[in-house]
């Protein structure tokens, strides 16, 4: 498997005319290596280039495991922290030819750090931004992928079901995120969650990004849970709103339809061929033509596998065609300042036919507490 993924990555080089590829601690260099390294003050990174072995700068300590966990051939040179790591940069180099290189770089993760010592290692280097790359090689998801994200949302659909019954009114929206977080390790989650839990109960609904407050939850009101999980390094994002008590008034019934209307209309978009730009759009419609429109504040979703938020982005101007076994989720929502907002959101494959969902727990408004 990862030597299919090298021999893509090399041919993708080619097209993109750069000559090696650098990626640091990461989800890109575990997705090509199978290797999980911690992103610290002693820099990793592993240059790919277009012909030749690949070539690994680690930590002492990382030496092992690297050697002997590589699934191919590569040439690795260490450093210790006494001596730190820009004689083992300057071996890289040599290693990979004193040419000038024009080399990728992971413009969205790696640090000034490891910038810094590959411009004072290689010999003026030409550096690019190799994000459509990483994008290209990872958008779309092989069957043991979907394997394994399958996993991660079972076990977040798991620590949900088991948190539901310990709601009640009065309880604090940090006390339900708490919960959630304990029944999510204890379903069988990675340690390393895809993020903390978004509890956003009655106003603070209104807010998509709100954190977990000492606000405790009233009868009558929405509370939003946005919350995830994580299996062999894939994870799941997942949103629920449920009413606390007892149904809330009929505004925010209207709402919480038009968004459960519109999560499926964006889920049904979601074909191979079909744009990101249109999935935004189906789901768009539905809560524009009910009057909310101005509500829906952001992009219907975003890409998922290895990182909470991936390629594709799911938004109104992006033109990228929907291919078989691309992940991404569906999460439209209405944002109403001083009463509330409602989120559903799924993850989702797209099929010859529309959008899988790979998420199963109801999407009707359900009391809880």
């Not at 601690?25 to 072995?53: D, I, K, M, Q, W």
């Not at 977080?181 to 069988?188: E, N």
């Not at 935004?280 to 539905?286: E, F, G, H, P």
Request: a negative charge; proline letters at 5%.
């Amino acid at each position: 498997m990862h030597l299919q993924r090298l021999q893509r990555l090399r041919s993708a080089l080619a097209a993109q005319k750069l000559d090696c590829v650098a990626a640091i601690a990461g989800p890109n260099l575990y997705y090509l290596t199978g290797l999980s390294y911690h992103l610290s003050e002693r820099p990793t990174v592993g240059f790919f280039p277009a012909e030749g072995e690949p070539v690994f700068v680690v930590g002492k300590l990382e030496e092992s495991k690297t050697r002997e966990g590589l699934p191919f051939a590569a040439t690795v040179f260490t450093y210790t922290d006494a001596d730190g790591p820009a004689a083992a940069f300057h071996q890289a180099a040599s290693a990979l030819g004193s040419r000038k290189l024009q080399l990728g770089v992971e413009a969205r993760r790696m640090r000034v750090m490891e910038l810094n010592l590959i411009e004072e290692a290689f010999p003026q280097p030409g550096v690019d931004e190799a994000e459509a790359i990483f994008a290209y090689l990872r958008m779309t998801k092989d069957e043991d992928e979907l394997k394994k994200m399958r996993a991660a949302v079972a076990i977040a659909e798991r620590a949900l079901l088991h948190t539901l019954p310990l709601i009640k009114v009065g309880m604090t929206e940090h006390e339900l995120g708490t919960e959630l977080v304990l029944q999510t390790l204890r379903a069988g989650s990675d340690s390393e969650m895809p993020f903390a839990p978004i509890i956003a109960s009655g106003p603070n609904g209104a807010l998509p990004h709100a954190g977990m407050t000492d606000r405790k939850l009233q009868a009558g009101e929405l509370v939003t849970i946005d919350w995830g999980a994580a299996y062999a390094g894939y994870v799941a994002d997942l949103t629920r709103t449920f009413a606390v008590g007892e149904l809330p008034n009929m505004e925010l019934q209207t709402i919480y339809n038009l968004v459960k209307e519109a999560n499926a209309a964006g889920i049904a978009a979601g074909r191979a061929g079909a744009t990101c730009a249109s999935v935004d759009a189906a789901a768009r419609k539905v809560i524009s033509e009910g009057g909310y429109g101005e509500y829906f504040l952001h992009r219907v979703g975003h890409g998922l596998g290895l990182e909470g938020h991936e390629d594709p982005s799911m938004h109104g101007n992006n033109q990228t065609r929907l291919e078989v076994g691309m992940t991404f989720t569906v999460e439209p929502g209405i944002y109403v300042a001083g009463k509330g907002g409602v989120r559903i959101e799924d993850d989702v494959v797209a099929r010859e036919t529309g959008g899988e969902s790979l998420s199963t727990l109801p999407r009707e408004l359900q009391v809880v507490g």
